[in-house]
């Protein structure tokens, strides 16, 4: 296991030896002590980062997207010992971190290699005798700062594209979660990346996190968090003019229609809120469901909830698994309370379980609430394995209630008539939309949101034009160009 710093192709201990103790959710129990950066680090990171620079961006293209496709096989070839780590680190159930976060992060990675040579520029056509081309230039140092809850899976979606796209990276793990990312880092230094292209400084937001973001050599910063301290972040940002990425906060809306699918729309929803202990921005956490079909879906929903097996992540058997930390399990059922103040009727769920065997963990039980929409506990991100229910007679309804959050990442709808599909999915307020299904993600397919779920967008063509800006360069060739103070 790596607990230090990865800073210009080396593991370091941080220069003052200060350390940060990451806990297993599963009993509490030390994991690790790791290595944490404070502004002195950030500082050695930067620089590294940017004396190889110049070399990364001039490197053939296919060259950057070699040394990325060989980091995926790598990843591919450790997937059991990197799920098992993330597992450990953060609480995700083993069946998800080796059946879905570690091969989607090996998945982005071959993305991005293969992108790497075939992001190209394009020649405008510009009046006569001029040839005009357009290149798109990797912007240079690059700070991304991550959280919690995929930790594995976002190195893959931000280094991915900005190392295909020639830039450095130096990048903030979360406090909470550092482990999968040094081992990464461990890889693509054992893969050949040349040192001082990736490094790794986890700390605290408010010391390293604030120093990348402060940085006058980092040009711009990908931030994926909550809300509140992405609107700190484009503040701070302001001062050096650096351009910001910004993937915050959701409340994902997943209306159910009279005629959908039930057995489907059942399945889709739990996997929606449940799926990581509802640990996901674009979590499924306000169900919207047709007054004729509530009862027998609610009926059907809450059994299935209460069917989940809940348990020691690293149990192949087990399907959800603790909340990551014992400060955010306490945010998530304060939820409780606050739904209770408002009217909530519980439909299941909401306690911390009972059995003996997790009460040294950080567990809460998959929760369901019928409230109002305009609830704190329906207008607030929860973040944890906690849906609200409303319900609705007409589509308009439906929308409005929909789109009636400050957020606007992911939302879905569940219908089996195709022109009602479409002019839904048309009027929802949302950066992306699942028709009877829900959370589907893929490297190709642009992700982020609106209103206060950020700007820019994570994946595919729309990242590597996060991470460039477009360079004209005007060739005179023949150009019969009139003095302009004739003479
Ligand atoms: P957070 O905002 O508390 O922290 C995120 C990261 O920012 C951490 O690495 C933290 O150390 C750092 N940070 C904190 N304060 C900082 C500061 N002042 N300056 C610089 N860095 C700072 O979020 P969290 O609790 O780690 O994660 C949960 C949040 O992330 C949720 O709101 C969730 O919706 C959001 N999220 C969004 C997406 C998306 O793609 N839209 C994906 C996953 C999670």
Redesign the pocket.
Known sequence: MQTQLFIGGEFVDAADGATIQTLDPHDGSVLAEVAEAKQEDVDRAVAAACKASHRWSRLAAADRGRLLLRLADAIEDDVQGLALLETRDTGHPLRDTVGLDVPRTAATFRYFGGMADKFQGTVVPVEQGFLDYVVPEALGVIGQ??????PAMFVGWKLGPALAAGNCVVM?????TPLSALRIAELAAEVGFPPGVINMVPG???NA??R??DHPDVAKIS????????K??AK?AAETLKQVHL????KGANIVFGDADLAAAVGGTAFGIFHNQGQ??IAASRLIVHESVKDEFLERLVALAESIRLGDPKDLSTEMGPLTSALHRDRVTSFLETAGKDGGVVLTGGRVPQDASLAAGYYVEPTIVETRPDARAAQE?V?GPFMVVHTFKTDAEALEIANGTSYG?GGGLWTKDLSRAHKVARDLRAGMVWVNSYKRVNPGSP???IGA??YGR?MGFEAMREYTVPKATWINIDANIPPFYPR
């Open positions: 700062i991550v959280p919690w809850n995929f903030k793990p979360s406090e909470v605290y937001g408010q996190g604030q990348l973001v931030f994926t968090g909550s809300s509140s301290v992405g700190q972040i701070g993937e915050l906060g959701g996901a921005c991100e973040f990442l992700f982020g949101g779920s950020g994570e």
